[in-house]
């Protein structure tokens, strides 16, 4: 049986990822990091956006997925970036300027590099990850029981941008149902996509999204031990961006 660590919404806090590593007992390895005991990192989403070291989280989770050393699964950040760089019209709204921003700052040769590299590694990623003999699943917004296994635009909006209702609220956020509280499957579901300033724990699922960027903190949670590692955020604190849930 694998131990995994599931890591939460980085966006581009790439400092706090580096000190996760090191708190979680990781190596640096020719330019990857790799646990002793062979634990295996897995990415639930949004490596970008608002942080300030949006490349530097691509390339290192990029390199760790392409040598096997992790694993991937794509947030909706990640879907934005990657409809950009195909040439979709898309609204440069939510944190992606800042990426693009850094993006500019390449040369022409880098930049096509790590693009090439990206659009890979999206898509060559699972929508969500089925592990442990299929007694967890990470997906990047959450998943329902009913939707395990299958996939289409239904599973997809889902996955990437949690139950939501098509409205919007009084500051301009999509309006989500808050699917954990009616969960009542067997297995455990690993999600971030959502900031609470603790990793919530409901009904057999676990938002680890605990607002890095928001000056929260970045959370990994270790399986099967069921345990965290978190590190404190560098990053301005902004209360109005984490929900609140009942209990």
């Not at 693009?115 to 299929?134: A, G, Q, T």
Request: negative net charge; aromatic residues 12%; proline residues 4%.
């Amino acid at each position: 049986m694998h131990a995994y660590d599931f890591i939460g919404d980085i966006h581009g806090c790439y400092d706090e990822l580096i000190s996760l590593f090191h708190d979680a007992g990781y190596q640096q390895k020719q330019n990857i990091y790799c646990h002793p005991d062979h634990r295996i990192p897995v990415f639930i989403g949004d490596l970008m956006d608002r942080g300030p070291d949006s490349l530097a989280v691509i390339e290192l989770v990029t390199e760790m997925t392409e040598k096997e050393a992790a694993l991937y699964i794509p947030g909706n950040h990640c879907d934005k970036l990657y409809r950009y760089f195909i040439g979709r019209n898309i609204t440069i709204s939510g944190g992606l300027e800042t990426t693009l921003k850094e993006l500019e700052q390449l040369s022409s040769s880098a930049y096509r590099a790590l693009r090439r590299r990206f659009m890979k590694l999206y898509e060559h990623s699972p929508l969500y990850l089925r592990l442990d003999n299929d007694n967890v699943v990470a997906a990047h917004a959450g998943i329902p029981e009913n939707l395990i296994g299958h996939e289409g635009k239904k599973v997809r909006t889902f996955v990437l941008y949690g139950d939501i209702t098509g409205e919007k609220d009084e500051d301009g956020m999509p309006v989500r149902r808050d699917w954990a509280w009616n969960y009542t499957g067997r297995r455990l579901i690993v999600y971030g996509h959502t900031p609470v300033s603790a990793p919530r724990l409901i009904n057999n699922t676990v938002n680890i999204d605990t607002g890095c960027v928001f000056g929260g903190y970045l959370t990994a949670l270790h399986y099967p031990e069921m345990t965290f590692t978190k590190i404190s955020s560098s990053m301005p604190y902004t209360a109005e961006k984490f929900r609140r849930f009942q209990q």
